[in-house]
T-cell receptor
């Protein structure tokens, strides 16, 4: 099956700092999504980004499908950005089921 | 569009009891997924429906687990004879076309 690796596993930032989270995947994908898991456990959609670059406020993401990686940029971080960030992929070999394979996540803590 | 809704949010049950969880997907989405997440891990795929048809089940889904999606609307996930190892967050997601999967708030199960 496809492997999804996220780095770093843990990240501590001072409020206002910028950060880059990385997601590497081992095979071709139909889809890639970034999620933020809030303290209550809900997965909040950040980006649906099988390729290219998207921006949403202080967040942006880039996926280079041919090189099998995606990056999530957080600028001017705020304490509310704290939580776990997951990358998830829909493996091309799964037959277009849409099922997602998740990485292990990056735990971000933003200190005031 | 009220998003994906799951009920209950929390369930505490005694070992050996049966439990049932409900998921109401986004109304226009024809695909529905169940995932399980244990502490410190990313969510893992359990099963997937396209309309009312259950098209794939993970090996994680033992014979004590059953899922249904009557009439292609809401879905239920039942666990029979619960074990302590079933304690986890159970997440439901739905998807249509082209925007990826959207998750509900999850049901946190504790088996005592």
């Amino acid at each position: 099956g496809i492997q999804v690796e996220q780095s770093p596993p843990d990240l501590i930032l001072q409020e206002g700092a910028n950060s880059t989270l990385r997601c590497n995947f081992s095979d071709s994908v139909n889809n890639l999504q970034w999620f933020h898991q809030n303290p209550w456990g809900q997965l909040i959609n950040l980006f649906y980004i099988p390729s290219g670059t998207k921006q949403n406020g202080r967040l942006s993401a880039t996926t280079v499908a041919t090189e099998r990686y995606s990056l999530l940029y957080i600028s001017s971080s705020q304490t509310t950005d704290s939580g776990v960030y997951f990358c998830a992929v829909d493996h091309y070999g799964s037959g277009n089921t849409g099922k997602l394979i998740f990485g292990q996540g990056t735990t971000l803590q933003v200190k005031p | 569009d009220t998003g994906v809704s799951q009920d209950p949010r929390h369930k505490i049950t005694k070992r050996g009891q049966n439990v049932t969880f409900r998921c109401d997907p986004i109304s226009e989405h024809n695909r529905l997924y169940w995932y399980r997440q244990t502490l410190g891990q990313g969510p893992e795929f359990l099963t997937y429906f396209q309309n009312e048809a259950q098209l794939e089940k993970s090996r994680l889904l033992s014979d004590r687990f059953s899922a249904e999606r009557p009439k292609g609307s809401f879905s239920t996930l039942e666990i029979q004879r619960t074990e302590q190892g079933d304690s986890a967050m159970y997440l439901c997601a739905s998807s249509g076309t082209g925007r990826g999967a959207f998750f509900g708030q999850g049901t946190r199960l504790t088996v005592v």
